[in-house]
């Protein structure tokens, strides 16, 4: 079974950054499409970022020019660099990825900006 550890979660002023990491296991990751999603209180799960094996890149509109995902296929690592965080960015954070089975998400990461 598929399993997704994330990590590097916080509390950071507005303005500021933090960088996650996912472990993925059990999975073919170069050759898996990867993404972060995150649930903020009262909202529905989305997908804010996703990287192919071939490492192009897609971003929500709410992240774009502001979030970088990127991949360590030799570690079976993902990351997201968040710069220029604002209050609204506060969320729990997870690593997904879609196998036979469906979507599939990590335990989750707590991210709070402060204002």
């Known amino acids: 079974q598929v399993q997704l550890v994330e990590s590097g979660g916080g509390l950071v002023q507005a303005g500021g950054s933090l960088r996650l990491s996912c472990t993925a296991s059990?999975?073919?990751?170069?050759?898996?499409?990867m993404g972060w999603g995150r649930q903020a209180p009262g909202k529905q799960r989305e997908v804010v970022a996703t990287?192919?094996?071939?490492?192009?890149?897609n971003y929500a509109r709410s992240v774009k020019d502001r979030f970088t995902i990127s991949r360590e296929n030799a570690k079976n690592r993902l990351y997201l660099q968040m710069d220029s965080l604002k209050p609204e960015d506060t969320a729990v954070y997870y690593c997904?990825?879609?196998?036979?089975?469906?979507?599939?998400w990590g335990q989750g990461t707590q991210v709070t900006v402060s204002s």
């Open positions: 997904t990825t879609i196998t036979n089975t469906g979507r599939i």
């Open positions: 059990r999975i073919n990751f170069s050759f898996t499409t």
């Open positions: 990287i192919t094996s071939g490492s192009s890149t």
